[in-house]
């Protein structure tokens, strides 16, 4: 494995007086793909939001990319985390397409804005990632005309667009029709046999099993247990792990892809 | 009863060159207050930012809270008092303006706001900062969304501007009721004054339903 992309500290964060976060220390090297399981509120979604800097944490060290996003429970300035996320690729449960863009429009406006791209470098690069996605004939219409699995991956394409270090990805098949998630989870693997280091918040447990690296289980807001899927879904560790496992697995029997 | 127009015919020169200044005056006052509008919303954003979004409430209750033809007053006779004489046009532009900038800002802000919060989260994580993402993601689509409530400000703005005619400007209003105190002819120059402004008016709708069609048109929000 190369060097750390991200590397935690005992990463602490509070909402109010409601500690969400508890001295979560964790690092994502080069080409790994984390896969974040665990139940609703766990604070999975705090946790991945704390990597680009969408959340602000008051206690650790959070470095990312090169960026010391927290230092000693200090964030770093804003200038300098919109640097940091234009290398961290996020991907929403609810798409957050602008709509009032077109597919294209959607993908180049960032580059165009923030690499100084020309408006044909962008396109050119921009369908190419369309192509990627499968969307490529969809460049010129508007996000409210696609379907949801349309959507997402013209999401991944808009947040590849700016060529990231890392893409965190915050359960993106949660608002997708059934049938619709296998062409999303289809891109990601695709994205991960290609080396792209990946932090997924899933309940995906087939996808889990076949592209993680690591399984890293939440509960209240710490990680549980950290482990590559083989060992995490066959011998787990911790009784907690079993628990949530016997709930999702009795749950979603359905086979995934 | 008998109705007789031939007043508003003969001085249908007059009335139209007045409904061409209420046209002007309206035109720039809503320019202006959409501008200081687009400003004062803004400034209304960040609670946490006490001083502007101070600045920018007293503005809104000072404005609001105290009638239209008070502020013109003001403006009209009270500024030449500090030695700021403006011509009457300009205070007529000035008032209507920072009047309507007030209710402008509302509807500014409150449009920004019903914009969902995945859109600017979706902007700043591709690492747009805050103005751009402002300028780029947010605004337009706030803009589709102000347009029904732009309009109706921008019709009320219409008529309020007959109250300019209290300051010597000769709008429409003002060269209908030169033409009454000569021919008396009272009902029939208000009504006609009336169906120029609705005229007004509805040319104005028509036109914001056009521009909002196009706008919303191909799924866009
Ligand atoms: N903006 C916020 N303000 C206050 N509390 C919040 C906020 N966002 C999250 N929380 C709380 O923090 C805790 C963790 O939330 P988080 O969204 O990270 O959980 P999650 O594991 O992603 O859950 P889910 O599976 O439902 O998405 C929850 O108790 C939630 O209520
Ligand atoms: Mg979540």
Redesign the pocket.
């Known amino acids: 494995m190369g060097a750390a992309i991200i590397d935690i500290q005992n990463l602490s964060k509070s909402?109010g007086n409601?500690q969400?976060l508890h001295d979560i220390t964790f690092s994502v090297q080069a080409s790994q793909v984390i896969v974040v399981i665990?139940p609703?509120?766990?604070?999975?979604?705090?946790f991945l939001r704390c990597m680009n800097g969408l959340e602000t944490a008051e206690g650790g060290t959070l470095r990312a990319c090169g960026h010391t996003v927290v230092e000693q429970g200090r964030m770093m300035s804003e200038k300098n985390l919109d640097a940091l996320r234009s290398e961290v690729g996020m991907v929403f449960q609810s798409f957050n397409l602008f709509p009032h863009l077109n597919v294209l429009h959607n993908i180049t406006l960032a580059p165009m804005a923030l690499r100084g791209k020309s408006r044909q470098e962008a396109e050119e690069h921009g369908l190419r990632l369309l192509d990627k996605v499968g969307l490529k004939h969809k460049a010129q219409v508007f996000p409210g005309t696609l379907s949801g699995g349309q959507k997402q991956r013209v999401a991944i394409a808009r947040a590849l667009a700016m060529e990231p270090k890392v893409m965190l990805f915050d359960?993106p098949t949660s608002a997708l029709d059934p049938e619709l998630v296998g062409e999303v989870l289809q891109v990601m693997k695709t994205l991960a046999n290609e080396g792209m280091t990946m932090v997924i918040?899933t309940h995906e447990m087939g996808f889990a099993r076949e592209v993680a690296d690591v399984v890293v289980v939440m509960d209240q807001g710490a990680i549980v247990e950290a482990a590559p899927p083989a060992q995490l879904f066959t011998a787990p560790q911790e009784a907690r792990t079993r628990r949530f496992l016997q709930n999702v697995l009795s749950r979603d029997a359905a086979p995934v892809l | 009863m008998n109705l007789d127009f031939s007043p508003v015919w003969e001085g249908w020169r007059a009335l139209a060159s007045g409904t061409l200044i209420t046209i002007e005056i309206t035109a720039s006052a809503l320019v202006l207050g959409c501008l200081l509008g687009l400003l004062i919303g803004l400034g209304r954003l960040n609670p946490k930012r006490t001083v502007i979004y101070g600045l920018c409430t007293t503005y809104l209750t000072l404005i609001r809270g105290t009638p239209l033809l008070v502020q013109l007053f003001i403006l009209f006779f009270g500024l030449p008092h500090f030695g700021i004489q403006l011509p009457a046009y300009m205070c007529g532009i000035f008032g209507l303006g920072i009047y309507s900038a007030a209710y402008v800002s509302e509807i500014v802000r409150g449009s920004i706001q019903s914009v969902e919060k995945g859109q600017m989260e979706a902007a700043r994580s591709l690492g747009l900062p805050h103005k751009l993402a402002m300028r780029k993601v947010i605004l337009p689509q706030a803009f589709v969304r102000m347009i029904p409530a732009l309009g109706n400000e921008f019709i009320a703005l219409i008529k309020n501007s007959a109250l300019v005619s209290l300051l010597t400007i000769a709008d429409v209003m003002h060269e209908g009721e030169k033409i009454i105190s000569v021919s008396y002819r009272s009902l029939e120059v208000y009504l006609a004054i009336a169906f120029i402004y609705l005229m007004l008016t509805s040319i104005t709708t028509l036109i914001l339903r056009r521009t909002e069609k196009v706008l919303r048109a191909d799924g866009r929000v």
Do not use: L, P, R
């Not at chain 1, 609703?40 to 705090?46: A, I, N």
């Open positions: 909402f409601h969400v665990g609703s509120g766990s604070g999975k979604s705090t359960e918040v």
